[in-house]
């Protein structure tokens, strides 16, 4: 039985507004020198102000909400009547030990497909030095990329991404996703990138439950009867595991996104503020020891270069215990022309990586946050992320804010 913490919680809104490989290793330290006051306990009075902030958001839902109930298992309840879907209705109490090693291995990839006969090529779509000028051209299908294993540990060579793990209808998924600096909290981001589908089901559905996120997941790359038996514990989750607190997705996803088809890709993107299960004050950057710029104006798909792509394939032939990636060019894909350009690669990584980071060497040289793994075909030969622009940077922005 998983004991439960009841825990002080910000308002949780879903914002609307409208060459040569690069091998990225992401080398990590864990910084705790011990003389931080950021263990300090909470005073009485703000612990009490922030319980009251918790009554007052669900105080505010349109049906009643019994917090307990939750806790002890109500969470399962997907009644669409009571399935929080709009700005203002994100909850997701921590219960503590819901996540074991073993709970993991049971967590299922989210089918995120698209017909690729169904993609409109261009084999004559001219170049543009202008990220406008992409907007509703596709260019011919990318030749696959195989999946190359991000060498153990992955605290040395991927230690900002991670898995992604939460509640559906269908039981426990999981994606990936990676720690992003946070310009509101210098060397001490607690916010994490991955894509819209793994945190909201898009148009008829709602936001999932038990959003949690875990870095260097399987640091030392155990085979999969070793990283789910819990006593592997402290290798599974290394860094520990933590809880969205607060989450935001473009409205764009919450409106048009399905499973299959791709609606809502151009706009398949999320950000989560997360605090750590074990109740400790080191924010998740400074326990990890590095996080990853988001370029949110990215050049045209012409000057991007070489991309690497990151996740944790969980679908046929993977297992989901790896860390993987793919390094290509990427062309553009275009769904919905009105919508910045999708960007796509080769890459054989199948569900599971969804919401991974796109990585390519930004002019300071070091890796930066382009895109993320967004939709593939059922074949699993390539893999497709949205261009981060100002609706996602909105989405960004919003959740920074929370935090400042």
Known sequence: MSSIRRRSSRRRIALATTGMAVCLALTASACNDGDSDDNAQPTEEATAGENRELQDLLDNLPFDFDLD??????????????????????????????WDADRMGDAQDPDQSIDDGSIDED????????PLDDRGVTDLEPTPVEADAVPTPYTDN?????????????????????????PNAPGKSNLVATAGHCVHAGTGGG??????????????GLPPEQAEDPANGDSVFPYGIYWAN?????????????TTGGEGAHGDFAIM?????????????????SAVDINFDAPAVSGLGTVSLYGFPAADPYDGVLMYRCTDTPGRLSIDASMPVMY????????????????????????ELISINSIGPLESTWLAGPRLDTEARGVFDHVSSQNS
């Open 344 to 367: 796509w690669a080769g890459c054989t990584m199948t569900g599971g990586s969804s919401g991974g980071p796109w990585l390519r060497q930004g002019d300071n040289g070091q890796a």
């Open 207 to 220: 936001w999932y439950r038990n959003l949690s996120f875990v870095p260097a997941y399987n640091n030392e």
């Open 158 to 182: 991927g230690a900002p991404i991670g898995k992604v793990f939460f509640d559906s209808p269908e039981g426990p998924m999981v994606c990936s996703g990676t720690v992003v600096t946070d």
């Open 123 to 130: 084999a004559n779509a001219p170049d543009s030095d202008d």
């Open 273 to 289: 503020s997360v605090e750590p299960e074990d109740g400790s004050g080191l924010s998740l950057e400074e326990t990890v020891g």
């Open 246 to 258: 607060y989450v935001s997705t473009t409205q764009y996803w919450i409106d048009n996104g399905t």
């Open 69 to 98: 109930a939750w806790l002890e298992g109500g969470w399962e309840n997907w009644d669409e009547e009571t399935w929080l879907r709009e700005i203002g209705e994100f909850v997701n109490p921590i219960i503590e030990g819901l």
